[in-house]
């Protein structure tokens, strides 16, 4: 008898196991046919081939579909056998980015994305991952004929260490740089010394524009280091596209400062260099091929030069450092390279959301007024935190209330954008970071937590805030090598060479779709 009933447990469970298989097969089926009506396809996806796209089938209920990768995107791969269609990439980028279901396409050139890798954050089977440059920067550091200088962003010295079993937010800036020495770079370098030139350049904007002294670019202002931001903005809200700064990021500024400045000054031709970033953001790969980014090519006639050769992402440099068997979690500390190593605490919180206004306002409030900022602006609260669109007013003195807001994650950017469209936009500047908690959260960042957890941003964005309150310089306009810079090279901030290198124009993708009003407001 308990011979039997054992049978008929292992009947009922063969029977489930049986079923659930033909259920998976059939939605494969039904998805990878095609066999769907068109009302259950997401919006945008009507006209994309089936390799483009794995639409979602409504049965069965599991099979939910994934985000479309263009095949040739510069920021990420897709490997279908990994995906098991559960649509947590589609959550992500509709809901937290509002990319994917806010558009129609009614002629299909190209698929739309904004390359933040989000969804790559939250792919349970790794399925989406970040587009692998490293073959190219091992060929470099192998090439004798190359002089390979590289960059690290603001906020990959609080998260490299999860990759070799730091806790998040663990301080790794002196061991990253001595890790990128072992690797092999000729010079190691600092992106939070551009983020403080961006200050600089931003402020000054601002400043500008409050006068009126830049027609056509009126407020408010908007910040423009987030590649996947400024895509976002090209797309749905081209028409707003004068509102955005005309800096460029932190990292395209390196880039074209590399082949200028640092050549001229060490006389190395700017051919032999070999420009790496290291990034916590895959967008900052797609950004890196934008056709106008070579600035540094024009200024030494040879369009062909790029600013920026290659792009890491946080992920990528921990894959290169065990491939050479480097143990981070070992190493000494070690200081940038002089001449573009320097930076303020106004520039290490370039990482956190609400960083970058922090950091211009501070130097904004110097070149107002002639004094250095008051305390309250050194720890500017209203703007710091995980809250999706923050606002703050502060007095001025010889402006009067500057109004600012702050914003995270491109659904929450869409409601500030949407106040804007609609004339409810009281502000003189607003900072917009594309992914969730800012650079931390960046799509290229370790995958210690999949999804990623506000736990693990805060972490992050503390020891970032920590090191503010304890550099030894806090202001953008104290960076005694950014006062170098312009007293030997660009002279000063908005100069002619300086608008030629470090400024830029967007372009309008708004012809590629037709962008659906979309059903949220802000308050
Ligand atoms: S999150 Fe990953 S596994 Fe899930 S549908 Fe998207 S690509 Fe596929
Ligand atoms: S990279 Fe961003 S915009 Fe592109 S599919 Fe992924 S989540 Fe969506």
Not at 218 to 240: A, I, M, Q, R
Not at 336 to 351: E, Q, R, S, V
Request: net charge negative; glycine share 10%.
């Amino acid at each position: 008898m308990e011979r039997f009933m054992e049978q008929q447990r292992e009947m009922t469970r063969r029977a489930f196991f049986k079923m659930m298989a033909g259920l998976g097969l059939a939605g494969w089926a039904v998805t990878a046919g095609g066999c769907l009506r068109p009302a259950e396809l997401p919006a945008g996806v009507e006209d994309l081939p089936p390799y483009h796209h794995r639409v979602a089938s409504a049965w069965p209920a599991q099979v939910r579909g994934c985000v479309p990768i263009d095949p040739v995107s510069p920021s990420l791969v897709q490997d279908h056998r990994k995906c098991n269609l559960c649509g947590q990439c589609l959550d992500v980028c509709r809901n937290t980015q509002s990319v994917v279901g806010y558009y129609d396409l009614p002629l299909v050139d190209e698929i739309i994305c904004i390359n933040c890798g989000q969804c790559a954050l939250v792919c349970p089977t790794g399925a989406i991952s970040e587009r692998d440059d490293t073959e190219k920067v091992w060929q470099a550091l192998e090439d004798p004929g190359r002089f390979v200088v590289v960059q690290t962003a603001p906020a990959t010295r609080v998260s490299l260490g999860e990759e070799f079993g730091l806790p998040p937010g663990t301080w790794v800036a002196g061991k990253q740089v001595a890790a990128l020495r072992r690797l092999g770079f000729d010079a190691v370098w600092d992106t939070n010394f551009t983020a403080d030139l961006t200050i600089m350049e931003e402020a000054t904007e601002l400043i500008k524009r409050i006068k009126g002294e830049l027609p056509g670019h009126p407020l408010p202002l908007l910040t423009s280091c987030s590649p996947g931001w400024v895509k976002f903005c090209e797309y749905f809200y081209p028409n707003l596209l004068p509102h955005m700064s005309s800096c460029k990021s932190p990292q395209q500024m390196f880039g074209a400062l590399a082949k200028t400045y640092y050549a001229e000054k060490k006389n190395i031709d700017p051919e032999k260099i070999f420009s790496v970033s290291i990034m916590p953001c895959t967008a900052k790969k797609f950004e890196a091929q934008r056709p106008e980014m070579n600035a540094s090519g024009l200024y030494r006639g040879t369009p062909s030069i790029r600013d920026v050769d290659a792009v890491l992402t946080t992920r990528e440099l921990a894959r290169m450092l065990k491939q050479k068997g480097i143990d981070l979690a070992g190493l000494p500390e070690e200081d940038y390279d002089p001449l573009m190593g320097k930076c303020t605490g106004g520039a290490i919180i370039f990482g956190a959301t609400g960083g970058v206004m922090e950091a211009a306002v501070r130097t904004a409030f110097f070149f107002i007024t002639g004094n250095e900022p008051p305390s309250d602006l050194l720890n500017l609260t209203p703007v710091r935190g995980l809250e999706g669109v923050k606002e703050g007013a502060l007095d001025v003195p010889g402006v009067g209330t500057l109004r600012i807001a702050v914003c995270h994650g491109l659904a929450n950017g869409r409601r500030v954008l949407e106040a804007m469209r609609d004339g409810r936009a009281p502000w003189h500047f607003v900072e917009f970071m594309a992914c969730p908690g800012g650079c931390i959260g960046g799509g290229g960042q370790p995958r210690t937590a999949v999804p990623p957890t506000d736990e693990i941003r805060a972490k992050r964005i503390a020891a970032l805030y920590h090191a503010d309150a304890r550099w030894e310089r806090r202001l953008s306009h104290e960076n005694p090598e950014i006062l170098t810079l312009y007293q030997e090279f660009l002279e000063h901030p908005m100069s002619e060479l300086a608008e030629e290198l470090l400024h830029t124009e967007y372009v309008s993708r708004g012809h590629q779709l037709r962008a659906r009003k979309a059903a949220v407001a802000l308050g």
